[in-house]
């Protein structure tokens, strides 16, 4: 997901505000997966099974966590876009919601290392180029993937099983 507080020191606050929505975005879409996932691992033939919630439980906390989250960014983000439309939008209102946003988890998805001598803030908040975005479909299933690993196994175990894949940092 995309990270608020990532943002270079001199990001004015409508930036930071823009990446909030471009991080609550990206939350809604994870949450739409994850929501999937946990849907097929809890129920059959489309009908919730309580042994399945049961045997699930993890994994169906660790949902209820994933969607108060995604719910947390996307109110700091609706935040901070009314306050610019109020022209209120300060400093201390954009450090707010970047840093509001920034204390949930980074998950970082392929964005391994900057070539040559580019600044790697450069490098992980420009827009993706359009072989990337071809990419995209196959790289958010690995960030569903990822995130379900999350839930079920914990941070330790995804960080070992996905921070390297094909010896590329993910």
Not at 60 to 85: D, N, P, Q, V
Not at 160 to 166: A, C, L, Q, R
Request: aromatic residues 4%.
């Amino acid at each position: 997901m995309t990270n608020p507080a990532s943002v270079p020191a001199t990001a004015s606050p409508a930036t930071i505000v823009l990446q909030a929505r471009l991080a609550a975005d990206t939350a809604c879409l994870v949450l739409d997966l994850a929501t999937r996932s946990v849907r097929s691992r809890v129920s059959v033939d489309g009908v919730l099974s309580s042994a399945l919630l049961e045997q699930e439980q993890r994994a169906t906390h660790g949902l209820a966590w994933l969607a108060t989250y995604s719910e947390a960014i996307r109110e700091l983000a609706a935040y901070g876009e009314r306050l610019e439309s109020e022209g209120r939008l300060g400093d201390i209102e954009g450090l707010l919601v970047g840093i509001g946003t920034g204390e949930y988890l980074r998950v970082r998805v392929g964005i391994g290392r900057p070539p040559g001598r580019q600044d790697p803030a450069d490098f992980v908040l420009r827009p993706f180029g359009s072989e990337e975005r071809k990419e995209l479909p196959l790289l958010l299933e690995q960030v569903a993937d990822a995130i379900e690993s999350l839930v079920v196994a914990g941070l330790e175990r995804t960080q070992n099983v996905y921070n390297s894949i094909d010896g590329k940092a993910t």
